[in-house]
């Protein structure tokens, strides 16, 4: 088990990414409290990207659904190869965490590695309800720049309620 914990900090770069982007518990543990930002992506042009990332380049990466479950998963190095090893440890979580409904993007040898992604693959960007005006205006220069049109929310607490609603801004 050793060579495993040396090997996924050292060699496995994992993004991780939610479908649950209206959770305002989501919000707060991964978006500073919702003063941090959401970023939308379109999976399958994801997915394809992956796909050709590995054709491309022969690197393993791929987009994966986590899996929540009670007990750890029962791995049998006889039958399974390191990579599908490793992706079960990477991909299994405890139901507790189950609202998130998450998603990772395993890059294998890709650890401490920047991913640039095609254009069209963001679809949008949801701003925190709480984000400071400077780093709206940061967002929205950045958005003015890019080649392909980002769809930009902003996120609002609801009156009378617990949640949030979004609201579309044009820039």
């Known amino acids: 088990m050793s060579a495993q914990r040396e090997i996924i900090p050292n060699r496995i770069g994992v993004f991780s990414l939610s479908w649950n982007y209206k959770s305002i518990l989501l919000w707060s543990h991964y978006a500073d409290s919702h003063k941090g930002y959401c970023v939308g992506f379109n999976v ?9 990332t ?8 791929s987009l994966e659904e986590v899996r929540y479950q009670e007990k750890y998963p029962f791995i049998n ?4 190869s390191s990579d599908e ?39 949008r960007v949801i701003l925190g309800c709480r984000m400071t005006s400077a780093d709206k205006d940061e967002i929205i220069s950045i958005l003015k720049t890019r080649k392909d049109r980002i769809y930009l929310y902003e996120a609002k607490e609801r009156r009378d309620s617990f949640g949030l609603d979004f609201r579309f801004v044009k820039y």
């Open 54 to 61: 590995f054709l491309e380049h022969q690197e393993t990466i």
């Open 85 to 123: 090893r490793l992706k079960c440890q990477l991909l299994t979580k405890s139901p507790e965490w189950q609202y998130e409904k998450e998603y990772r993007l395993i890059w294998f040898l890709g650890a401490n590695n920047r991913l640039r992604i095609d254009d069209g693959i963001i679809r």
């Open 44 to 52: 399958g042009k994801l997915k394809r990207f992956c796909e050709k």
């Open 77 to 80: 190095a006889y039958k399974l």
